[in-house]
């Protein structure tokens, strides 16, 4: 913020278009996951420069990520900018939600007085807001048309420029390796808790043998199969969106079960001679499974993976994973009783 | 997002030509590009490209398309499924 602008409704926040250390900082703990559910501005009205009653009127979402990535791009424009209140959630997952909707954007418009302040009839919503928003019933709702803007905030002042104009390329979603890295560790640290859980059943089970319960058995083949557990994570939340693209298969199942029989494969050879043949094959199927139901869940993550795609995908994985690690779990305990 | 294509022949969006006011609005919307509107009259071009995210039948004025939306997202999925077989409501991701 530096200062106000004074309207009819009020003094009206200006926002600034750099981002400080401060911003940067937010951004990263949040792509890590910190905080990442109370990221958020004051909902209502914001501008840009020294906006007139005839400058663009553009809407987003009330998560600071989002609303800086919108102010960072606002620099040599004048803007009103209205945060809708979408709970500190992103454009697209808040329209799809159902946060960012026809409703929120009329009562925000009320709220913030903004038929006081701009002499225009006319919005910028974010073209991916429109899977919550229906532009006809907010012209009937509260007599603001609805242009839709750019897919990315990054094109809002080359649209403004051509006269609220997008060509193809500003409407299109697009998936490019900086996007797919940027949504990498958050995936990873959500797996705290259920990796803790993991590898506490990993280093009980390895210590079960012919002497019931040996601690040494809990080191010499929990070490094996907690780096395979970890392994088998990088390559399901790391390898598989990274090299997306270059995949042959569709279903993110199948290039993840893949994926993991490598690693998999790299750490029985790490460990061989540690490990017997059945033991091996085990830490194979175990690596196989979880990389595969991890890979699966990065379809969430994707801006192209259709529901009924997922379900179809999910119906023939989930009992591959399941029996899948259930052979690696009996295989594993019935390892050292297999001399 | 040629480079990203998805499972083929399950997408549910459905247009009805009959209905369909030719004002563009879904042509627009699409984050896949899938439309097409010629001579008044809207068409979908590539269906197996359609991720059902619902932002073309939410805008169109004259209700010409359907889909059945959601988000494509195995957590989700498989949380709505307990739901659904223990009876408790509420889901939460992403």
Redesign the interface.
Known sequence: MDGFVETPAGPVPRVITALSFRDRAGAAKTRLGIGRYEYKVVPGLYCAGIPGPEAPVLVTANYKLTFDALRKELGGLDAWILAADTRGINVWCAAGKGLFSTEEVVRRIERSRLAEVVSRRELILPQLSATGVAAHQVKRGCGFRVLYGPVRAADIPAFVRAGNAADDAMRTVTFTLWERAVLVPVEILLLRKPLAAAVFAILLLSGIGPGFFSPEAVLTRGIPAVCTTLLAILSGTVAVPLFLPRLPWREFWIGGALAGILTGMATTWLFHGRVSLWESLALVLWSAALASYLAMNFTGSTPYTSPSGVEKEMRRAIPVQAAGGVLAAVLWIAGPFMG | ?K??????G???LRLNAAKCIGCG?CE??????IFLVRKKKAAIGDLD????????A??C?ADAITV???????????SAWIHQFTGTGGTR??
Do not use: L, Q
């Open positions: 997002m480079d990203f294509r998805y499972i083929e399950v997408a549910t609005m627009t919307v699409c984050p896949h590009r490209a359609c991720m059902e995210c619902g932002a073309c939410r805008n004025p059945t939306p959601g988000v494509g997202c195995a957590a989700y999925i498989i991701c992403c």
